[in-house]
């Protein structure tokens, strides 16, 4: 279970790791929950910290949910590592590339798009494209319970024919059935840099595969690391039991990021 953190103590073992590395998500850790995701954004103090703290260490990363290229735009910073949908894509030298396991689905995700949006007639849904991943949004819809059992019988024929629908916080998301999540990003990221130490910001379920992975690096005693979760009143139970620690909102975030930023300056001035 998850201890509040309220003093930048506890980390210091992590943070006094060289190569050391931060990945964070986006949307409600970097930037308040908001109705639609165009109308998010990462708020300045977020951004201004993870600037300064990126100048520092070794590789910071923002993996979301979100396409790259979205996630690039709306963190805004270069020199950071964006990784999109989960994992499934990465924003490289100013473009998306997509896995290569995960390519040939996008004709059938394609063709679901197409039908969802031809037979689910729910004013407030909102179908968002990210290229191998089609999201299904019903926070706008006005009964969210009827809206949430006519998705999932309008993708009852897609997950049939082979495609995977991960249901996340009033939302669906159809994709390839790949074992590709912000945890394997994770590892990716901790093995392409030689990570020794490594933080991990997030306040969703999806988060929960990250924060897993990284205690298993830990429990091999490859890494050393902490997971933060980020207290929102729309994350599940199982956000606050994976993580090692817990901060309130993004806030909490802002002022984590601060003091991991002070900290960091005066190690490596
Ligand atoms: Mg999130």
Redesign the pocket.
Known sequence: MAVRLDDIGPLKPVLDRHPLGLAT?????LSPIADTPDTAAVTPLCRRYLEEISRRLEMVAAISGRAPEVAHRLVGLEGLVYIGNHGLSWWRQGREETLAEAVPYEAMIGQAKKDLAARLDLPGLLLEDKGPILALHYRLCADRQAARVAILDALAPWTTKGLRAREGRLVFELGPPLDVHKGTALTHLIETHRLSGVLYL???LT?VDAFKVLRHWRQEGKVSGAAVAVANPERGPEVMQEADYWVDGVPGVEWLLAAIASVVAEKRP
């Open positions: 998500d986006i949307d409600g850790t997030g306040d969703d988060d």
